[in-house]
């Protein structure tokens, strides 16, 4: 709990009246604040069993189809996936200055904090859909003419290569790269649908926070919002290893 | 003036942020699920009548019950008590004023109204034939049913419950009135709180389920598909690591019902309180580790055969310890035999019947057996159908004259739950015979041999019907013909009995502040001296 919203809490409770952006069922600011605190908690949590889900997969299948699982990650560029990290912790740090400058009531500073997070996490769409745009390019999206060329003949695919002088997979294993392909994308466009509703949710703060509506002690809903883009975040952090970085140097 | 009273007109129920309007909204919206839900088992049963398939054709009949299966799982009993008789009550009971969330508590009833659009828009245009629970390869390579239609509806109806779970933790934990210990709660609220766990941690899983099916259906990418080197047993286990543990999410708010009635019917504090209590809990946790036991026959190594089927088995502990203390509650009380009553009566016993039959199945030499046979259908009938719809008849009696003000009419409703216990072993017993003697599921036709029981079965069909019609027709009747019910007709303890019916929008007139145990029967006697003397 922050210094602002106790003072306003106890200034509620001094003068026997609500502020006015209390809901009428709760009996004080603090108890309102803390159950939508906790009730976003719980929700991260439903998004980490969904997640969940994905990453048991991916588990399984890495330890079935190792080789296909390597191969697989040379094809991403490592250089375009590092970028993006750095992107998506920029853009938390800038979400909790946004947090931070709700709190102090600085409406300026907030509007600056939440408008370089709506521009970070575009960035960040931005990078994903050049990588996307290449993997169809190579024929590597699953379901879809799905060519395992780069896999059975490396030598084919240069720019690959030349770096990491993959040996060709035999044609059934080989195959199996379509299902790292598949994790691949269900996982990072899993991610990047929560970044498109959190950019969404972003624009809305914004207009928001223009017209001051998170600048008067109520911090709830950015305080919440700023938890979920965390999460996000660190969803990535867990993609990022698990998908680049599977034996870059053997 | 109450919380029916306040506003009148169709947007202000469509609109409410009322916890007391959502469950009423919840509690028609349901019954018309249960009611197709039922016509589609009417059909199985007609069917079933002879050995031959005649009445319809056979893929008819997999579309039949297998939309059968998946409205009353997902559109009927995963919702039935927490998302009415809870969303009611948990807020009643704890001294609040509303749930914690509302605009997400409206959320879900229109997230679970477009799951249910979607699922019936699915049956008109042909259904869906995999059976409920989507067994993949069949569901993404084999049919070509309505498989993605049905598979975004029960999605959708996951969330809608993911919603209700999470506002009742959340509304337990930061919402209590002042006294409201933890141990001071209903055991109702308790046994809620663990099936809300269970909603909150288990529906995502079944939620990436189902996108992987649809993925697979519409894309082809391969992540159960064999001949690309997915394993269509991964789906079983992350469809089951949610589905199992739904049978919890089904049977342990009924659970919490039967703990409200025989504790109010035999006027004494449930027995060992704190150990039922717990055991809600234990069964959550439990759950979440049991669900291979339905893969027994489906090639998982040994050893995990082993350790579920142990697992399977510990799960009858806490189970047993809730049935044990109801039966020690009722020693010695001053028992009564009104409707919920009579209903709570049913539960126990058939619920110990579906209870015990389900160790069996836990059991991986007799699984082997019984699986995939009418003992298996015979099994869960009896632990969701003459526990769970039970328990959700008893509390709708038990909590009819709070929710509307009027009394249901008692003899036609005892007569109806004699009617629905008859009718209800009629059906299902003789499933259990025709289970062992070999009679496999989800097959239109059967050898003639096994004709009898199956006509049994089906008699006691009609009559179950009927129990469950004459609620329909009275409990209607009772809406502006009833009784006047008063505030507290049953002399329960609960807060929610010692507030008007129906009762205020915000239910108290002021926050309340407990000060005594719950099921306090003396401190219920104390009040009523305390009132008469005020006013004498």
Redesign the interface.
Known sequence: MSDSTAVAHGAAEAHHEHPPYQ???F?TYA?QN???N??MW??L???I??????F??YL??RN??YPAFVQGSHQLQIGWGTANTAVLITSSFTMAMGVWSAEMRRKGLLVLFLVLTFLLGLVFLGIKTIEYHEKYEKHHI???HYSVQSFVDPASDPEVYNEYHDKPLPLDMA??T??YF??YF?MTGMHALHMIIGIAILGFMIFRARAGAYTTGHVTFVENFGLYWHFVDIVWIFLFPLLYLISRHQ | MNYLTKENGLLSWLLTGDHKRIAILYLISISFFFFVGGSLAGLIRLELLTPQSDLMATDTYNKVFSMHGIIMVFLFLVPSVPATIGNFFIPMMIGAKDLALPKINLLSWYLYIAAGIMILFTMISGGVDTGWTFTTPLSTHYVNTHVVTTGLGVFIAGFSSIFTGLNFIVTIHKMRAPGMTWFRLPLFVWSHYAASILMVLGTPVLAIALVLIVLERTVGIGVFDPTKGGDPLLFQHLFWFYSHPAVYIMILPGMGVISEVVSTFSRKRVFGYTAVAFSSVAIAVFGFFVWAHHMFIMGISNYAVLIFSLLTMLVAVPSSIKIFNWAFTLYKGSITFETPMLYAFGFMGLFTIGGMTGVFLGASGTDIHLTETYFIVAHFHFVMVGGMLMAFLSGLHFWWPKMTGRMYPEKISQLAAVVTFIGFNLTFFPQFILGTLGMPRRYASYPPEFQILNVFSTAGASVLGVGYLLPVLYLTWSLKYGEIAGNNPWQATGLEWQVQSPPLTENFPEIPIMDHEAYDYEWLENQKEKEVASVG
């Not at chain 1, 069993?49 to 994905?54: A, D, S």
């Open positions: 809901r009428h069922h009996e108890q803390d159950a939508t906790f009730a719980l929700f949590l439903t998004e069993m969904f997640f969940g889900g994905l048991t997969a399984i299948y079935w189809y699953p379901g879809f195959r199996h379509e299902l598949f994790l269900a």
